[in-house]
């Protein structure tokens, strides 16, 4: 099995187990990439960075890990829990016009995407010496259009779906739980096709949580561990983890991202980066409730409660 970790860069801190996108604290990449590249390098893992074109100039020197872009467009502030903070991109502001301040790529018109997907791919070559080809939508949301536009920009990997989800900005419903990476199709970017761009779904675990160390305050590393297992057992092709880089700014997260990582490393898997990901066919892949059931002795009640509390972002 291949194994990815695709990290939205972005700067931010946390609080009470929580990551606030707050765009004045700069340890969201200044620390958080380090201390990533730390555990992950500790395990024989590899990393890919999305980044924001707005956070480029306080990126690490000298990362060898791979580059992609993370595109939060518009500008709006949010509040989660009394913690207000902007989403959006202060260099693709300055650079790029947008007929609204909407901070979805779905809601602007198939141009004004491609020009900031542009915009932000050059200045991601031009401050840190790399082409990314892996790309990352603000808030896991996309449309056909956002397709259209990775594509004619040159990505090949798109890592935004959370396959089986829908909410208010982001819909990939039509795509089943555990998803498999898929070419999409010329009229639906949740459809299989012939299109040169390989969507790579973060995993899913049962009941629907995204794999990243940011839920384990809600239902517990175990199942995050269950969820690698559930994967494994089926001998599917890959296992996607997600995380914003602000959440290893904290010693929590990053002892549990480290802990993930030794019991994931602990079996028969190669790391990859998103960009080596390839089109596997020939798997079916199916719901297995026996790891969830062993690993934490059948404690499911937790998951069940807390889930609803995901994706507020």
């Known amino acids: 099995m291949d194994v990815v970790i695709v ?4 700067f931010g801190y946390v609080k009470g187990k929580e990551v606030v996108y707050d765009k004045r604290a700069k340890e969201g990449v200044e620390v958080g990439v380090q201390r990533l590249l730390k ?8 990393v890919t960075f ?40 202060a260099y693709l502001r300055k650079h790029c016009k947008a007929s609204s301040t909407s901070t979805v790529l779905k809601d602007y018109p198939y141009e004004e995407q491609l020009d900031m997907i542009k915009a932000g791919k050059e200045h991601i070559a031009e401050t840190l010496g790399v082409e990314p080809k892996t790309f990352v939508a603000g808030r896991w ?8 536009a990775l594509v004619e920009a040159g990505f090949t990997h798109d890592c935004s ?5 829908k909410r208010g900005h982001y819909d ?3 795509l089943p739980r555990i998803c498999m990476p898929y070419r999409p199709s010329r009229s639906s970017y949740q459809a299989k096709g012939d299109l040169p761009l390989l969507m790579v779904p973060i995993s899913q675990a049962l009941f629907g949580a995204s794999v990243s160390p940011e839920i384990i305050p809600i239902i517990g590393r175990r199942w995050l561990e269950s969820c690698f297992l559930e994967y494994y057992r089926q001998k599917l092709p890959l296992f996607h983890i997600c995380l ?6 904290d010693p929590y997260f990053m002892g549990q991202m480290d802990a993930l990582l030794r019991f994931i490393a602990a079996h028969d898997v190669s790391f990859k980066y998103a960009s080596e990901v390839r089109e596997a066919g020939g798997h079916r892949p199916r719901a297995d409730v026996l790891p969830y059931i062993l690993n934490i002795g059948g404690g499911m009640e937790r998951p069940l409660a807390k889930l609803a509390i995901e994706g507020r972002r």
């Open 7 to 10: 990290c939205h860069t972005e």
């Open 39 to 46: 555990i992950a390098d500790g395990h024989g893992a590899r």
């Open 50 to 89: 999305a980044v924001m074109p707005e956070v480029a100039e306080r990126f690490p020197g000298n990362v060898k890990h791979e580059i992609g872009l993370h595109v939060h467009p518009g500008w709006q502030e949010l509040s989660v829990h009394g913690n207000r903070y902007y989403v959006g991109d």
């Open 141 to 148: 949301s996309l449309n056909d259009d956002t397709v259209r």
């Open 161 to 165: 779906a959370t396959p089986h989800k």
């Open 172 to 174: 990939w419903s039509k």
């Open 244 to 249: 914003h880089s602000p959440c290893m700014t």
